[in-house]
């Protein structure tokens, strides 16, 4: 039986979100979208094809009247303009027209890019999302952002494009790395904190069985995380208030990504900034020492780095205020209230923020 969930605007439906155990509902959840004489290109990278390509391919194939598929080497690296250019290339050669689709096959990167392609191609074409990763299955495969890196700079170029279908098999989630795991799960800790405690505290008394990937509780929490975040950005879709709570970690976070030239998973550099902003929640108050110790023994617990050498702040601040997350000059940071509820909160100064920063291991200067 498939859990199923409903990402709805103005309160109608827009797209579902489908999380079954294995591939054997793909086509019956395709099949909706109605593409019986339409064309799909399967989008996915060189990681993902090895293992599920296959049988993906085999399933649309009755889905639709003809079938491509665009696989371009795994990695971030490759997240950019090139790649996508290739993509339409291969759209072109294949005769795509404004009715086919594009079917993301993959993790975070294969969905951004993927999700680029279709918002861009003939001035935007339909695509469904199969995320392969935790990190897609429980965020960045929902909500329509979509994009993809310009030079150094991450995310740069992209746009809002809502998929048509999440199609979520819990199995892939066996093959992950520890570390892809672990990286995931920093989101997952993140959607705890900002919006529901008791999601959090379950998420400590099921974690040797979430390590251990047992399918049962690997879905429930993909469900919750999913439920949160739809939550929030059917109330925000474009990010203009409330969708900024999934920030969380990010501000201090993507600064720290960005100083390690990309070399630390993006997950990872989220806990890190939502230790230093548990941190800061902590200092005006809001949080006990007690509290903050548990929040980061929790990212510790899932494997996740509680502590970063050789960064100096400087390099850091510089970063966190030329992010995205800026608003007319003003760092718009995500404090915690209490676990479980988080804030919009516009008047952080840099020597919390330092603070922050040197509780994970910054250094000073
Ligand atoms: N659009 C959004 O809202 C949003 C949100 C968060 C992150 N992102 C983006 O997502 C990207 C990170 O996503 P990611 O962490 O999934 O990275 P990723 O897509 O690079 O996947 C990580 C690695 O795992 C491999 N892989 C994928 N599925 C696998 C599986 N089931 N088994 C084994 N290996 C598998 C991939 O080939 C890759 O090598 C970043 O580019 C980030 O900017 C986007
Ligand atoms: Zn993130």
Partial sequence: MAD???????????????????????????????????????????????????????????????????????????????????????????????????????????????????????????????????????????????????????????????????????????????EQFSSGMGEVIKHGLIKNKAYYQWLKDNRKGILNRNLDLCRKMVYESNLIKKQVVEKDPTEQGERALLNFGHTLGHAVEKSMDFSMLHGHCVGLGAIAAAYISKIRGMLSQKEWDDIRDTFKSFNLPVHVDGLAWEEIFQAAKRDKKMDAGIVKFILLESTGNAYVDKTVKEEEMQAGFACIGGSKE
């Fill in 4 to 178: 199923k969930l409903s990402v709805c605007r103005e309160g109608l439906p827009i797209y579902d979100i489908v999380l079954e155990n294995s591939f054997a509902g793909l086509e019956k959840e395709v099949d909706k979208l109605s593409l019986k004489d339409r064309k799909i290109c399967i989008v996915t990278d060189s990681n993902v094809a090895g293992l599920y390509l296959e049988e993906v391919k085999e399933r649309l194939e009755s889905c639709c009247r003809q079938i491509s598929v665009f696989v371009f080497p795994a990695g971030e690296e490759n997240k950019n303009l090139d790649t996508v250019r290739r993509l339409y290339e291969h759209l072109i050669l294949e005769q795509f027209d404004r009715k086919d689709m594009l079917a993301a096959l993959g993790g975070g990167v294969v969905g951004d890019l993927c999700g680029f392609g279709a918002a861009t191609y003939l001035r935007g074409i339909d695509f469904f999302q199969i995320p392969t990763t935790l990190l897609a299955q429980v965020d960045s495969s929902i909500g329509g952002k979509t994009g993809v890196d310009f030079d150094a700079y991450k995310n740069m170029v992209g746009a809002f494009h809502m998929p048509k279908l999440v199609y979520t098999n819990l199995e892939t989630l066996k093959t992950l790395t520890e």
